[in-house]
């Protein structure tokens, strides 16, 4: 029977299901830039960059292995710009029989799929994405009857399943977490190895001219770009991550240094989530690297909590709650996106680097996205729908599914807490001691209310007296409610009216 085997963008892998049995003297595999995908947002440019290059650097493997590759460019003047209208059109030019596909990672290409067999009048067999360590079924079970799901408990059975640092039954080292050891301020005279860098091939280079021409509207800096684009590539930035930053990536990955974007994280999401890394390859080498005494214990175990714990936890939550989970606003927020969240504009050090370096490399680590970026949106009261849309759009290793929960439920606490446990919520002190933004800021950290004051200061506090009937009852926010009650009303007010003042000045451009 001749197949159309279709692979999705972000699944760039000769171990992908959907390649499982496919008869290369028969069977015909789908690649396709689609100008549908590129723009549904607005995507960074060198996120649309980096995906088309892996893609046809894919396409390029494949038919090296054999494969009879269906390769659409976006330029190709017959693209009918959708899923859709390519699947038809390779059926109109070509005798096939079923239609194969590995299940989309994410739900409004799914339900797109879901609606071919009809419309084609051709079986579709859509086949679990087996790249990742947990499947859905197996999350379902893990979730049923509970009121909260909280991601400790599925990474510890995360940890069993797949006997990764356990001794028997335990934990390495007698302890789950080693979280509280990966705290630590940035010291000075940090030397942080740079991160991977590929030289642009022929292939990236037509790619990096092709997305010049065609999205030069579109957010962020197509080049410098020096992404891995091949497996092997990508496996080498792996090892480069292994050998040179995971020792100190447990101590340092909350901190932020002012023109440091990588510090001592991987970097590895880019690969992971579009297929040239396996999950399991990157969380081995981790524990070999603990093994063989080149890495400590923190950094090894906050690694791997991060790919088989909140990587896979996100996925799950993403479709034991989908569609639903997308419409999530928990407090109500209304404000529009501000404008300084895609110019950098702004008097505020730890956001206008924030931005500028999403901009530039479209990449910032997980403490930037959380307690800057997100932190900001949360307490000026962003709503959730302008803040994953923005998201998704700045970020190359963004896909809906691990993008919305993270953004939905970790940063904007949207679902009212059935991801996180309170909300990420702080003010200036913890920017202050976690990055070295706040010496060279406009506003002054130590300084409460008034119009030098740190915005981050006041609109906490805000936030928390916005918001009190929703919050006043959970107990790791409850000392907070009691430390603001015993405030005179002077100080309330004045936390106040700096709130209004200043997030009024936010859409005049002078924040």
């Known amino acids: 029977m001749k197949s159309l085997r279709l692979i999705f963008g972000d699944q760039l892998s000769q171990d992908i299901s959907s390649l499982k049995d496919c008869d290369k003297s028969n069977d015909f595999v789908m690649i396709c830039e689609l100008m549908e995908e590129a723009t549904y947002v607005k995507h960074h440019k060198k996120k649309i960059a980096f995906l088309f290059s892996t893609m046809r650097h894919f396409a390029e493997e494949l038919e090296t292995e054999g494969y009879q590759v269906r390769y659409i460019k976006l330029d190709d003047e017959n693209n009918t710009c959708s899923f859709s209208g390519e699947v038809e059109r390779a059926i109109k030019a070509n005798v096939i029989e079923q239609i194969i596909v590995t299940s989309p990672s994410e739900y409004r290409v799914l339900q797109d799929v879901q609606s071919w067999e009809k419309r084609f009048g051709i079986p579709v067999e859509v086949r679990l994405d087996d790249r990742f360590l947990c499947n859905l079924d197996e999350f379902s079970t893990w979730a049923e009857g509970r009121k909260q799901l909280r991601m400790e408990y599925f990474y510890r059975e995360m940890r069993k399943k797949h006997s990764l640092l356990m001794n028997g039954d335990e934990p390495e080292g007698g302890q789950w977490n080693y979280d509280s050891e990966n705290r630590k301020p940035p010291k000075n005279k940090l030397v942080i190895p740079e991160t991977y860098h590929s030289k642009p091939d022929i292939i990236t280079q037509d790619v990096l001219r092709l997305v010049a021409e065609q999205f030069s509207d579109h957010f962020g800096d197509l080049e410098p770009f020096h ?51 396996l999950p399991l390859e990157c969380v081995k080498a981790a524990e070999q690297a603990y093994n063989e005494k080149k890495a400590p214990l923190n950094a090894v175990e906050g690694f791997i909590r991060q790919i088989i714990g909140w990587r896979e936890y996100m996925r799950g939550i993403y479709w034991l709650k989908m569609p639903e989970y997308a419409k999530q606003n928990f407090f109500d927020a209304k404000r529009k996106l501000p404008d300084l969240y895609w110019t950098a504009k702004t008097k505020m050090n730890c956001l206008h680097n924030c931005v500028k370096e999403t901009r530039k490399n479209a990449y910032a680590h997980h403490i930037q996205r959380l307690m800057v970026l997100g932190n900001f949106a949360l307490i000026s009261g962003i709503n959730p729908t302008y803040v994953n849309e923005w998201f998704l759009i700045v970020y190359a290793d963004a896909y809906e599914w691990v993008e919305l929960p993270n953004v939905s439920g970790m940063i904007l ?56 009937d929703k919050l006043s009852s959970n107990y790791r926010i409850g000392m907070m409610y009691k430390t603001y009650d015993r405030m005179d009303n002077d100080k309330k007010s004045a936390i106040e009216q700096d709130s209004k003042r200043f997030l009024s000045s936010l859409y005049d451009q002078k924040s």
């Open 227 to 277: 992404f891995a684009v091949t497996r092997d590539q990508a496996l080498a930035a792996l090892q480069q991550f292994i050998e040179q930053r995971l020792s100190q990536f447990g101590d340092y990955q909350d901190a932020m240094i002012e023109n440091e974007p990588w510090m001592y994280h991987s970097h590895i999401s880019f690969y992971l989530n579009c297929g040239l890394l």
């Open 413 to 468: 606490f949207a679902d009212g807490g059935y991801l996180a446990n309170k909300p990420y919520a702080s003010g200036g002190n913890y920017i202050n001691k976690m990055s070295d933004y706040c010496k060279k800021c406009k506003y002054k950290v130590s300084q409460k209310n008034g119009i030098d004051a740190c915005p981050f200061n006041y609109l906490y506090w805000d936030f928390l007296a916005r918001n009190r």
